[in-house]
């Protein structure tokens, strides 16, 4: 059933405007047809506020990696993966951080039927573009950022940590990564609607945070890792935490990986026990921008029939 927004007042005014008896034949239909445009017009005359939530993946693989830009003996360069790359030269085993940033460019193709909240969650006929990055760094002090090994099967398993320079290692006992919030510049909404009938006004991209991590060799029942942001605390594997515990590190992105909430960072990430590398972390983000119905046409002619009507009824 449609809700009605409109006084009976204002319907006796529409009455008295056109000198109407509803209850005569033939105009009556009229009269229905009036009160569910109305009601279907003032409905349509607000604005909808549309928060599509959306996720993105960053992951280090043999042949491409979101966090290093060459193998740590330089032999292996290793491209973009996802379209994340670090912003400058990243070699495995040399660097204590690496900044990483991917250029979106988002064709939408959601549509009203599904509250535009279908497909990727950008209206059809609107381009979403922006930039976002964030930064990784290894700790404690003194550590850089690493994979298991230079080539082959090892460089492909992900983050790990070690303490000598250009070596390899993964994360063990103690040794983790600190993130950073991702920022977000260059936000561009462009195009039109491509569905008639309604008034497109661009919002914004925001609430990037963590969502889910990949590996490919975290045991849940011999090691641990803690997430901490602030005074809550996230637990994987043997750890537990103020918020969760006990959760799953698998090597996908939330297959059998737990999602939990999102985290903005800054967030730190330790090993407690056992060992670990991160192959991939998962992000979620939401996209908010505003959908105005334009006014229902159909009223307009349902008051030009009705005005046809009465004329013809007073000639009578």
Known sequence: MI??????????????????????????????????ALCYGTRDASAELITAAKSDDLNHALAASAFFTLSSDGSVALPADNGWAPITLAQAGVVTSTTTKKSFNIAGNSTSMGGWLDGNGVPTGITLAFDAQFTISAFPAGSFLTNPGPSGSTLGQGIGITQTLTGNDDIDAGDGISVSPVTVSNVVFSGSLTEPGYTFTPGGVS?????????????????????????????????????????????????????????????????????????????GYDVTYSVVPEPATALLAVVGLATTAVVRRRRR
């Open 207 to 283: 609430g990037f945070g963590t969502r889910v991590f990949r590996s490919n060799n975290f045991t849940e029942a011999t090691s641990g890792m803690v997430l901490t942001q602030g005074a809550d605390t996230l637990a994987f594997g043997t750890a537990t935490g103020s918020v969760a515990s006990n959760l799953i590190v698998d090597n996908n992105f939330g297959t059998t990986s737990s999602i939990f909430p999102r985290q903005s960072g800054p967030y730190t990430l330790q090993v407690t026990a056992g060992t670990s590398v991160i192959k991939g972390i998962g992000l």
């Open 3 to 36: 809700p009605c927004r409109f006084s009976l007042d204002s319907l006796s005014v529409l009455q008295k405007r056109f000198r109407m008896n509803c209850s005569i034949r033939g105009v009556s239909l009229w009269c229905a047809c009036a009160v569910m």
